[in-house]
RNA sequence: GGCUGGGUAGCUCAGGUGGUUAGAGCAUAGGAUUCAUAACCCUAAGGUCGCGGGUUCGACUCCCGCCCCAGCUACCA
C-alpha cells in the first residue's frame, strides 16, 4: 500500500432543483467514507463535493418561485449544507457553479479548446416534446409522435456552438484500453467501450434561449449548457489552471474539514494525478466519453478514476415522486441514527449493480450485525473489563490451556491482519468487502468470549492468569474495532473511543495493532452502542 | 434490435484453468450458556449451481441453442 500518494475524490455537483434523496446521499456516504478511511491511514486527501446552479430548469423553477434563479440556488443550496452537517460529511471544498472562480476557469477551458479549433458555431436541431419538456431525437419516437405523450413534438433549431467530440473517440478508446481501472465496475467500462465504438458525435455545448449559464467569452449572446459548465468543477476547484491555493479557502462555509495541502505545487498539479470521480450509473458517460474529451482538447490527462454505482429502488420500485416513496436520508438518519444510515448504504447499496432498500432488510442488518453484533460484543466485553478487572486494561498473558491459547493468538493475527485486509479491499471501492472484514473479527471475538468464557475464569481464583489473558485481548479487539469501524461508522468510533477513554480519530496504522491499548489503561463506563430496533413486523 | 452483465440455499451474494460430501452472512429449527442490548456461541436442515443438447472417464464449471432478468443505446442531473 502506497499510503503517500494523494488521493482526489469526487462527488458530482448535485443539481439545485430538487431535495436531495437517498440517491445522493449514496454516493456522498461512499465518498465520505473513502475520504476518512485513508485520511486514517495518513494519506493525503481532498473531498470535493457542491451544487450544480444553472441551466434552463433552474430558471424556471426560480420563476415559478417568484424569485430569482441566484436566490433560489442559494436557498436549497442551504439544504444541501444543512444534510451534509447532519450526516457529518466531512468535504474539504464545497463548490458552487456560481462561484465567479469556476466561472472564470469554464471560460477559460472554453477558449482553449476554441483556439485549438474544437468548436464551431453550428445549428442545432431537436423535437421538443412540450410535455416531457426535453429533447427527443428521432429514434426515440414512435410514428412521429412521443411514446410517453401521444403528441407530435416541435422542431426547434437554434444556432449553437458545438464541441468536436468526434475527434476523441480513438483517443478516449485507447486510454480506456491503456488504463483498464480508469472505469470500474468493469461492466460499466464495457458499456462505455461498447457505445464508443459507434464513434463520438460533435455536441452543441452552448445556448441561446435563455442566459443563466456561464456566458461564451467571444460570444455572449450565448451561454453554456449546463453539463460543459458543470464538468470543470472538478479542475476549476483546485484553482486550474494556476492558482496557487484553493479558491474555496477563501470562501466562508465552504468546508467541514482541513484539508491536506499541497506541498511544493500548485493545487491542481498535485492533487488531479490522483482524482477518483464517483457518479451515479446515469452520469457515467458525461463522466468519461465528454468529459474526458474536453480534457483532452484542452491538454490535461482524463482523471484517474471513474467509479459508477447504481440506484436504489425501493421495496422493489423505482423510487419516484410520483410514486410517493423517495426515501429521504435525513429521515432515515434522524430515526436509526447516522451510522444505521450509513452501514446500510455501505453494506447493501448499490456499489455494484443496482440495490432494493426494504425495511425489514433495515431493521434485521441493523440488529443483527450493529445491536447484535458489534454493539453487544463491546458492550460485553467492557461490562467484564469493569466487573473483573475496574475498567484498567490487565497486562498481556498467556492462557494455560494450548487450545484457548491457540485462539487467544489466532485473535491477535487477525487484529495485525486487518489493516492490510482493509486497504486492500477499500482500493478497490469494495466497501462492503472492507465492511465484512471488520465482521470477521466481530464473530470471532464473540466466539472467543463463548469459548474462554471470562465469567467462569472470573469466580476461580486459580484461573487469575486465563482472566487477563482473555480480558487483554478482548481489550486489544475493541480497541481495534474502534478505530476500524470509525472511517464507516464516525459516531461508533467516536463513542467507542469515549468509552474506552481514548481521543477519537488516531491513525489506523498505530490503532490497528495488538498491543496498542497499553495496560493499566483506565476505561470507563460502558454503554450500549446501538439500541435493537424493535418494529413489529417492519 | 444491437452491445454488456447476470440467472448458485427462503433472502443477499461468494466461488470454481472440469475431478471426492458446492460456500458465507441473514432468516429457520434444535442445543448450550449467562458477561451482555431475550443478545452471544455450537449444531442442523435447506441447493437437479435458469432450461435443453454436445464435448469428456467425469461439467455446476468448456461449447452450441433457448428462456428469463438487469444495464447501456449520448445532449435527460
Not at 456561464?214 to 451561454?223: A, F, G, N, Q, T
Request: with cysteine; aromatic share 10%.
Amino acid at each position: 500500500m502506497t499510503v503517500h500518494e494523494p488521493i482526489y475524490i469526487t462527488t458530482p455537483l448535485y443539481y439545485v432543483n430538487d431535495e436531495l434523496h437517498l440517491g445522493h446521499a449514496t454516493t456522498t456516504i461512499y465518498a465520505d467514507t473513502l475520504a476518512r478511511f485513508w485520511r486514517a491511514c495518513g494519506r493525503p486527501v481532498l473531498f470535493l463535493t457542491g451544487s450544480d446552479e444553472h441551466g434552463q430548469k433552474i430558471h424556471k423553477a426560480a420563476t415559478a418561485a417568484g424569485t430569482d434563479p441566484k436566490s433560489f440556488a442559494d436557498r436549497i443550496v442551504g439544504k444541501f449544507f444543512e444534510l451534509w452537517d447532519a450526516l457529518d460529511i466531512t468535504y474539504d471544498v464545497f463548490i458552487r457553479t456560481t462561484d465567479d472562480f469556476h466561472k472564470h476557469a469554464v471560460q477559460q477551458l472554453f477558449t482553449r479548446l476554441n483556439s485549438n479549433g474544437l468548436v464551431y458555431t453550428g445549428k442545432y436541431e431537436a423535437l421538443y416534446c412540450v410535455d416531457c419538456e426535453t429533447n427527443s431525437t428521432e429514434k426515440d419516437l414512435v410514428e412521429g409522435r412521443c411514446p410517453i405523450h401521444k403528441s407530435v413534438p416541435q422542431k426547434v433549431q437554434e444556432e449553437n456552438w458545438f464541441f468536436r467530440l468526434s475527434a476523441f473517440t480513438d483517443r478516449v478508446r485507447e486510454h480506456i484500453e491503456k488504463h483498464p481501472a480508469s472505469i470500474v465496475p468493469e461492466a460499466r467500462r464495457n458499456e462505455i467501450l461498447g457505445k464508443l465504438k459507434e464513434g463520438l458525435l460533435d455536441s452543441s455545448v452552448s445556448r441561446t434561449t435563455f442566459t443563466w449559464g456561464v456566458p461564451l467569452p467571444w460570444d455572449s449572446r450565448h451561454v453554456l449548457w449546463v453539463w460543459s459548465d458543470a464538468l470543470v468543477n472538478y479542475i476549476s476547484a483546485l484553482g486550474w489552471p494556476g492558482g496557487k491555493a484553493l479558491p474555496t479557502d477563501a470562501i466562508a462555509g465552504r468546508r467541514r474539514h482541513q484539508h491536506t495541502r499541497a506541498v511544493g505545487e500548485t493545487p491542481f498539479a498535485y492533487w488531479w494525478p490522483h482524482s477518483v470521480h464517483l457518479v451515479g450509473k446515469d452520469i457515467l458517460w458525461h463522466h468519461t466519453a465528454v468529459w474526458w474529451s474536453m480534457l483532452l482538447g484542452a491538454g490535461i490527462s482524463p482523471p484517474r478514476q471513474v467509479f459508477a454505482h447504481g440506484w436504489w429502488t425501493v421495496e422493489g420500485d423505482k423510487m419516484s415522486k410520483t410514486l410517493g416513496n423517495v426515501i429521504r436520508p435525513l429521515d432515515v438518519a434522524t430515526r436509526y441514527g447516522r451510522d444505521a444510515l450509513r452501514y446500510h448504504v455501505l453494506r447493501e447499496g448499490p456499489a455494484r449493480g443496482d440495490a432494493d432498500w426494504r425495511q425489514a432488510l433495515f431493521v434485521a442488518r441493523y440488529n443483527a450485525d450493529l445491536a447484535n453484533g458489534l454493539g453487544n460484543l463491546v458492550n460485553r466485553s467492557l461490562n467484564m473489563l469493569g466487573k473483573y478487572c475496574d475498567g484498567k486494561v490487565p497486562a498481556e498473558a498467556a492462557f494455560a490451556d494450548p487450545a484457548l491459547e491457540t485462539l487467544r493468538l489466532a485473535l491477535g493475527a487477525r487484529v495485525d491482519r486487518l489493516l492490510g485486509a482493509l486497504s486492500a479491499k477499500v482500493s478497490e471501492l469494495d466497501l462492503d468487502g472492507a465492511l465484512e472484514e471488520i465482521w470477521l473479527l466481530v464473530r470471532d471475538a464473540n466466539a472467543f468470549v463463548n469459548t474462554s468464557a471470562p465469567f467462569k475464569l472470573a469466580k476461580d481464583p486459580a484461573r487469575k492468569q486465563d482472566l487477563q489473558a482473555a480480558m487483554h485481548a478482548l481489550c486489544q479487539v475493541v480497541h481495534a474495532l474502534c478505530h476500524a469501524v470509525a472511517p464507516f461508522l464516525p459516531d461508533a468510533g467516536t463513542r467507542i473511543a469515549a468509552q474506552l477513554q481514548l481521543a477519537p480519530g488516531q491513525p489506523l496504522p498505530e490503532g490497528l495493532r495488538w498491543g496498542a491499548l497499553p495496560a493499566g489503561h483506565q476505561t470507563g463506563k460502558p454503554e450500549p452502542l446501538f439500541a435493537r430496533i424493535e418494529e413489529a413486523n417492519a
